[in-house]
């Protein structure tokens, strides 16, 4: 089942913070962030773990609530290489694909 | 990490064609997956290559369209068959080298546009 990401987008000043949210209506055993820039590759943030603490990428960190099924994805003093299209992503199956979802396009303007 | 490398990085086809992309790993991964990504939208699993047997296909794909080879535990083919204007898109090929806590990893891309 694909996750529920919140908001679709959002637009940022430099400098201003925001927060991404990410939850399913299944449980969770990880959740994983990636930003892809336009015309390129996703690229691997970060991973959350269940019973894992808060994780960290430059400014960017992330929250992990178990029992809600969610995560946030908090963007603090952001710059302008933060522009991009963030999705999350859970596990599932046997094999442990990822499934992802419909991204949060994030502009940071001058 | 894992270096992923994609072959065609893009390519123009003519509708009832058919192309092979190509997806060499730097290192052995245990798991390989393609992914589509169509303009504007989010990754979908197209189906995951599995080493030395059939790949296994999430629902909405068939082998007969997008039939996966995996001869080893670094390089994986995908063929996108037949093809229409509807299968223009990006195709990904991702990897993740053990568990499922481990980090997954995305190839460049391949950008397919159908005339």
């Known amino acids: 089942q694909q996750p529920v990401q919140s908001p679709q987008a959002v637009i940022l000043r430099e400098g201003e913070d925001a927060v991404i949210n990410c939850s399913s209506s299944k449980a969770l055993y990880s959740v994983h962030w990636y930003r892809q820039k336009h015309g390129e590759a996703p690229v691997f943030l970060m991973i959350?773990?269940?019973?894992?603490e808060q994780m960290r990428h430059e400014k960017i960190s992330a929250s992990f609530n178990e029992k809600k099924q969610q995560s946030s994805l908090y963007l603090t003093a952001s710059q302008l290489s933060y522009s991009g299209t963030y999705f999350c992503g859970t596990p599932g199956g046997s094999n442990y694909k990822l499934t992802f979802g419909k991204g949060t396009l994030l502009t940071v303007n001058p | 990490s894992a270096v992923i490398s994609q072959k065609p990085s893009r390519d123009i086809c003519q509708r009832g064609t058919s192309l092979t992309i190509q997806c060499q790993v730097d290192?052995?991964?245990?798991?390989m997956f393609w992914y589509r990504q169509q303009p504007g939208q989010s990754l979908t699993l197209i189906a995951t290559?599995?080493?030395?047997?059939?790949?296994?296909?999430e629902s909405g794909f068939v082998i007969d369209k997008f039939p996966i080879s995996r001869p080893n535990l670094t390089f994986s083919t995908l063929t996108v068959s037949n093809m229409s204007p509807e299968d223009s898109s990006i195709y990904l090929c991702s990897v993740r080298r053990g568990s499922g806590t481990d980090t997954q990893y995305f190839g460049p891309g391949t950008r397919l546009t159908v005339l």
């Open positions: 290192s052995q991964v245990t798991m």
């Open positions: 290559a599995n080493q030395g047997s059939e790949a296994t296909y």
């Open positions: 959350l773990l269940k019973g894992g």
